[in-house]
């Protein structure tokens, strides 16, 4: 079921596929396909196990790897000012509050960035999985 909504290629943009990736018969790796750009797209890993019971999947859903990276560069330089914004209020007093207001805004539009693009999609693209296969 999830190969037959599931384009293999990268190049196959023309086909009405839900999903890009690999789906081989024990795991899949798969992207739901998009018409936009959205570097936070949940990227599904899963393993296929038989049982007496039936077929378990097993999904875990995990932002592209430059997402990560980017993301740990901008919570460790926003942390890194925090800290130093704080050591600056200590040292400097009440005026330099500037100091931590700035990176504590970057360390929330980092949250409110990864949040809004990753988690929605990735709710979506389970839901749709869910249906596909019967849950």
């Known amino acids: 079921i999830l190969k037959s909504v599931t384009d293999s290629g990268k190049a196959a943009r023309s086909t009405n596929a839900e999903f890009m990736g690999q789906v081989r018969p024990f795991d899949f790796r798969i992207v739901p396909k998009i018409n936009y750009r959205n570097s936070f797209l949940p990227v599904l890993i899963g393993n296929i196990t038989e049982k007496e019971e039936g077929t378990f999947i097993d999904i875990t859903f995990r932002m592209p790897m430059f997402t990560q990276i980017f993301l740990i560069i901008w919570y460790g330089m926003a942390c890194f000012y ?54």
């Not at 704080?86 to 805004?105: D, H, R, Y």
């Not at 970057?106 to 949250?111: P, R």
């Open 82 to 135: 925090f800290l130093c914004g704080i050591l600056a209020v200590s040292i400097g007093g009440a005026e330099q509050t500037a100091f931590i207001l700035v990176p504590f805004g970057f360390i929330v539009l980092g949250q409110v960035l990864s949040r809004c693009c990753f988690y929605g999609p990735a709710k979506k693209a389970f839901n749709r999985l869910k249906e596909l296969l019967g849950q």
